[in-house]
């Protein structure tokens, strides 16, 4: 990537948010133009743009540098196989409100090696997303996982808990059109990715991670939660990919998601600077061998927990 500051520009209207939400199956309220005033205690006064979304576009403009120059020759010297996304989520992004891009020059750590870029999302000049992406040579999160035996994958019942510790379940199959839809709706040319005149097919690093969110909403449906009344949103992503194996990942693979029950958490969001009370989820999407294509710490609070530290942070 350039030595110099990036920027990038987009707006989200709500038929690209739509395209987004309906290529992952996310029903999530707060994207839907006729549903969001149900919800209880919202004061964002219409639709805002999914957090996945957001990660996919940023995906999208690295995606475009970390393949030629520089980069990739880092990359390729030092086997940096993994793409680490740690997001923190500072505001959000409405609707028809202008979004902005800003990735800071690139630092490579020889000690650690790991090449790695500050960015910044910011909406209607207030900050958004507060940002790393990071390749390295180990997964940044989730290092050694207990996962089941793919037999065991392959006999789970969709969307359903598999562990007395409530462990929840649920599977995909990877799907170009759902994809290229994806990139669409995130402001992300398709051509990066697929391109039928030159057999190309790489699955977006983002794009199965955003099954995550219908995981959850599925979670949260099956245990009888009112998405009305008791709104959650994102906090926080932490999310590795592994580099080589997306390159693999062909139409109509199989993705097995884990969801794990929550862990509380308090913490400094970044919020006002003030405590926020959370839940932590770990999540994991596994291939059809059981190999795993990502791992991810998802952070997540109630709509009042955070309401007014968010409206004073974009007051």
Partial sequence: MSSKTQIR?????????????????DFNLFHDSDRWHRIYGNRFGG???????????VEGVFNQARTKGEDLERIREHHLGFSNYIVNFI??????????????????????????????????????????KRETQI????????????????SFEDRSFIDELGTFYKYKYMNISNAKTFLLGSGVDQLDYFDELT??????????????SCALLERYKKMGHDFEKAPMVYTSH????????????????????????????????????????QLLFEGLGLLADGKILFRA??????????????LAHNS
């Fill in 47 to 57: 639709p805002i743009v999914l957090g996945f979304q957001l990660n996919q576009f």
């Fill in 199 to 212: 057999d190309t097919v790489i699955f977006p690093q983002i794009f199965p991670t955003a099954y995550l």
């Fill in 91 to 132: 505001g959000a992004a409405k609707v028809d409100a202008p979004v902005e891009l800003v990735i800071k020059p690139g630092r490579f750590d020889a000690g650690t090696l790991s090449l790695s870029n500050r960015f910044l999302v910011k909406s209607d000049d207030k900050l958004v997303i507060r940002g790393v």
């Fill in 238 to 277: 932490q999310i590795c990919v592994d580099r080589v194996l997306s390159r693999q990942v062909k139409s109509n693979d199989k993705l097995h998601i884990l969801i794990s029950p929550p862990t509380p958490l308090v913490k400094n969001s970044g919020l006002g600077s003030l405590p926020i009370s």
């Fill in 139 to 154: 997964p940044l999160v989730l290092m050694d996982p207990e996962i089941p035996s793919v037999e065991k994958l392959n």
């Fill in 9 to 25: 520009q987009i707006q989200f209207t709500q038929a690209l948010i739509d395209a987004a939400r309906y290529a992952t199956d």
């Fill in 297 to 310: 710490e998802i952070g997540l609070a109630t709509l009042e927990n955070i309401q007014q530290p968010m």
